[in-house]
């Protein structure tokens, strides 16, 4: 069985870090392109940032450009989030995703539609 697990998320003061896990099992990260998405409340899902499956290139949303930084420990088959001045607006659930297919390379890291595994999630709030 595929499956996703991030944790990590929790409360903290605006200009403050948190580091989010995504545990892959049934799956070697190696072989896709991965990405973090958020969903605050009320609000549509939006793209954070990519990794792509050779690790040689990251994306990320201008709003978490420079603050956020991806990355993965292949031999931990893992994909992390570490988010840097943290503020109120990032507060959402931040969930992983995995591309729908491996070795893949795309035009285009910041559509959902292309990721076909998804975490539950993790919540991060941001007090002001």
């Known amino acids: 069985q595929v499956r996703l697990v991030e944790s990590g998320g929790g409360l903290v003061q605006a200009g403050g870090s948190l580091r989010l896990s995504c545990v892959a099992s049934g799956r070697t990260l190696r072989a896709y392109n991965m990405g973090w998405f958020r969903q605050a409340p009320g609000k549509e899902r939006e793209f954070v940032a990519a990794?792509?499956?050779?690790?040689?290139?990251?994306y990320y949303a201008d709003s978490v450009q420079g603050r956020f930084t991806i990355s993965r420990d292949a031999a931990k088959n893992t994909l992390y989030l570490q988010m840097s001045n943290l503020k109120p607006e990032d507060t959402a659930v931040y969930s992983c995703a995995l591309d729908e297919e491996g070795y893949r390379y795309r035009s285009n890291y910041y559509n959902s539609r292309n990721y076909a595994l998804w975490g539950q999630g993790t919540q991060v709030t941001v007090s002001s």
């Open positions: 990794l792509t499956w050779s690790g040689e290139r990251t």
